[in-house]
């Protein structure tokens, strides 16, 4: 089982022949992920070729060779042509809210968005119409969304861990890639980046929601970082909503007050957003908090047993 993505899902690509596109589209075909079309306005009517190598879980079962992928003038088009109902977001910061815009128009299930550095203005308008219409968001600024040996939208490396049965979501990409590095032995449901910035379309709230109801998913592993309250928030859901084991990690026990560390979301304030409110706030709730990733992990390794 998984959340939000699966192998069933067709995945157009926004900004596929750009550099950054075409290196991770040729990594995401790589892992088995079906995409079936990219976007390029000046580009339309033509397709772009990519050299597969598979990699990751089920490598061995899926063929080399070369893959044509073809672009179209909009996403509306690919959608029309393919019946894709995901798309994921590799364009500049400056176009990105023009981007999950036409996504939304042309009907997408779920929007990902890799672009980091996008105008809080910008995140909030796209978050605001995309809410409305009853898309779904993850990011932006962040590695993206994967379920082991079915599917990776993003930038995720396919290849640190197969299927299994713990749900990760992580405000941080790298801690995301750590933390399947240290569970590999055991495997993932499906494994959320969600993204640091001040706005981000899917929480961990809403991730927490959806493995909970994920008949395979027997313990979630929430990894937060310091800044705004989400992680407090997410500790008041667990408690009333919850039922399966949580563990928790927060980064950032060392920040300074008043310095942004790594994230624009990630900024202590006084006593608001430290790492240890919110390490309190999970532990009251019955969350196991480790100091570090791989005393995290152990926990959660120690919870299955």
Same mark, same amino acid.
């Given at each position: 089982?998984?959340? #939000? ?8 690509? $926004? ?5 950054? /596109? $075409? ?17 390029? !306005? ?11 190598? !598979? ?33 994921? &977001?590799?364009?500049? !910061? ?19 968005? &890799? ?9 909030? @308008?796209? #978050? ?11 990011? +932006?600024? %962040?590695?993206? &969304? ?10 995720? !490396?396919?290849?640190?861990?197969? +299927? ?26 499906? %494994? ?5 910035? +001040? ?11 959806? #493995? ?19 992680? @407090? ?11 399966? +084991?949580?563990?928790?990690?927060? =980064? ?24 240890? =409110?919110?390490?309190?706030?999970? @532990? ?5 908090? /480790?100091?570090?990733?791989? @005393?995290?992990?152990?926990? =959660? ?5």
């Amino acid at each position: 089982m998984a959340i #939000f993505l699966d192998k069933s899902d067709k995945i157009i690509v $926004q900004g596929m022949t750009g550099s950054e /596109g $075409q290196k991770h589209t040729r990594r995401m075909l790589g892992a088995g992920t079906q995409i079936v079309a990219g976007t390029n !306005p000046r580009k339309a009517g033509t397709s772009v070729d990519f050299e597969v190598t !598979p990699i990751g879980y089920g490598a061995e079962e899926r063929q080399a060779g070369t893959v044509s992928i073809p672009v179209y003038g909009t996403v509306a088009e690919a959608k029309e042509a393919t019946g894709a109902g995901v798309s994921v &977001i590799f364009v500049p !910061p400056a176009f990105a809210k023009a981007a999950v815009i036409e996504a939304v128009d042309a009907g997408m299930r779920l929007v990902v968005i &890799i672009t980091e550095g996008i105008a809080v203005k910008d995140s909030a @308008e796209f #978050f605001t119409y995309a809410h409305e219409r009853g898309v779904q968001l993850i990011g +932006p600024n %962040c590695p993206g &969304i994967i379920t082991p040996g079915q599917s990776n939208v993003g930038i995720t !490396p396919p290849d640190i861990t197969g +299927p299994g049965k713990i749900g990760l979501v992580s405000k941080s990409g790298t801690l995301t890639y750590q933390m399947m590095y240290e569970l590999s032995d055991i495997g993932f449901s499906t %494994c959320i980046g969600i993204g640091g910035d +001040p706005i981000i379309g899917t929480t961990h709230i809403d991730a927490l929601k959806a #493995f909970e109801e994920d008949p395979e998913t027997e313990l979630i592993v929430m990894i937060g970082e310091i800044g705004g309250d989400a992680e @407090e928030r997410a500790a008041a859901y667990i408690k009333e909503h919850v039922t399966k +084991p949580v563990v928790g990690y927060v =980064a950032g026990f060392t920040a300074p007050e008043g310095k942004t560390m790594g994230h624009a979301g990630a900024i202590v304030s006084g006593s608001a957003g430290t790492a240890q =409110a919110k390490k309190e706030a999970l @532990e009251a709730v019955g969350v196991k908090v /480790g100091k570090t990733p791989t @005393e995290t992990a152990n926990l =959660a390794r120690e919870l299955l047993k």
